[in-house]
């Protein structure tokens, strides 16, 4: 894991308005080192939109986001996709592999398009898809199950070492075996590896095993049970 600082992740004042509707309304959120927060919320109330202002690929009107110590926001465009790619790990529901590439190919594409040497993603990729209990072998990823891709897109997102791991309704797709592996492994994971975890979700089990759980509706991001 590259080193972030003691902050972990941090938003702070966060506004987003879009047509007429605020969906962020001065957020203030911090996930340290190994800690998980779960966000819940009623459906449009702009869950995803918060990971989606994380990530920098909308920009909000007001409020900063510092993650592993580097400042999200107010970046231009190059230096902010290379500040993503180098920070933030992210999961989302339908896992967004390429189905026709093995998860070694898959999970090895982000090393590989930020220029790094090819024999090095590979053997890291096989090594952290091992850990995560997946085949390595030539089986296209879209002939795994549902469990076995959503691990493949958290070795994915894991294989940058990233300062923060965000994930978008990890287990909104799979059955209810599978839901449990791998919120078991996304939770266990950023314990171990020491990473902050942000994850939305409409699941009340999977929310159960964040550290802390927050509501998002109206704008307002309190406590869950708080609002
Ligand atoms: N660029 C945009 N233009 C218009 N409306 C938008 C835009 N971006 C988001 N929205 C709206 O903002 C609302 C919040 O969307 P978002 O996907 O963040 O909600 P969510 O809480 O993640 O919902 P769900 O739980 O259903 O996934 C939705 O009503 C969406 O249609």
Known sequence: MKQSDSSGLRVSGLCYRVEGRTLLDGVELSVSPGESVAVTGPSGSGKSTLLMCILGLITPQAGTITAGGREITGLGSARLAQARRETLGMVFQFGELLPELTPVENVALPVLLDGGRHQDAYRRAEELLGELGVPTGTTPTGMLSGGERQRTAVARAL????????????????????????????????????????????????????DRRYELQGGILAEAGAL
């Open 159 to 210: 294989i940058t070492e990233p300062a923060v791991l965000l994930a978008d309704e990890p287990t909104g797709a799979l059955d209810p075996e599978a839901k449990e592996g791998v919120a078991h492994l996304l939770f266990t994971t950023a314990r171990d590896r020491g990473c902050p975890l942000l994850l939305v979700t409409h699941d009340p089990s999977v929310a159960g095993r964040a």
